[in-house]
T-cell receptor
């Protein structure tokens, strides 16, 4: 079955700097890759997703890149702000079964003022 | 639109008991998925229901079961509770209209003593 590895497990950056979180997946059939942000005590919230027919997608300060050949995808957050502090999860699935997501272990991102 | 609603928010049970958790999806969403979140195992897929039928299933024992009603509301049942069942149980809904993106509820925090 699918396996998703996420690194790093913790990340601390200065406010205004960029943060990068990386994930690799094992199943070449996976073609849908969402990223979720979970603040302490709150629900996971979808922040951006990418499908395998696209190499990069951007939404304001957040971008995701996908390398299908290497089977890895990354989340990039620029100009980080204190409210970006949270746990971020990557996930993989195939679009027809997008409800069955396989998640990475999560990255705890801390933005230092 | 109201988001995904889960009840109860917190639950304390003892080993051997059984528990039922409830989930009301976003209006118009016909797919409901359940996930278990623990510090050690992360987010793991339990099962997904669509039009009252189980469409996908994860690798959990038969003690974990679910069902979906004609109004798309879903319930999850865990029988013969074990200490290791202590977790945050998250429900998510999706629809074709939103390209099958998963929207999560706030979860039910289950503690088994």
């Amino acid at each position: 079955g699918e396996n998703v590895e996420q690194h790093p497990s913790t990340l601390s950056v200065q406010e205004g700097d960029s943060a990068v979180i990386k994930c690799t997946y094992s199943d070449s059939a996976s073609n849908y890759f969402p990223w979720y942000k979970q603040e302490l005590g709150k629900r996971p919230q979808l922040i951006i997703d990418i499908r395998s027919n696209v190499g990069e997608k951007k939404d304001q300060r957040i971008a995701v890149t996908l390398n299908k050949t290497a089977k890895h995808f990354s989340l990039h957050i620029t100009e980080t702000q204190p409210e970006d502090s949270a746990v971020y999860f990557c996930a993989a699935s195939w679009i027809q079964g997008a409800q069955k997501l396989v998640f990475g272990q999560g990255t705890r991102l801390t933005i230092n003022p | 639109k109201a988001g995904v609603t889960q009840t109860p928010r917190y639950l304390i049970k003892t080993r051997g008991q059984q528990v039922t958790l409830s989930c009301s999806p976003i209006s118009g969403h016909r797919s409901v998925s359940w996930y278990q979140q623990t510090p050690g195992q992360g987010l793991q897929f339990l099962f997904e229901y669509f039009s009252e039928t189980q469409r996908n299933k994860g690798n959990f024992p038969g003690r974990f079961s679910g069902r979906q009603f004609s109004n798309s509301r879903s319930e999850m049942n865990v029988s013969t509770l074990e200490l290791g069942d202590s977790a945050l149980y998250l429900c998510a809904s999706s629809s074709l209209a939103t390209n099958e993106k998963l929207f999560f509820g706030s979860g039910t925090q289950l503690s088994v003593l």
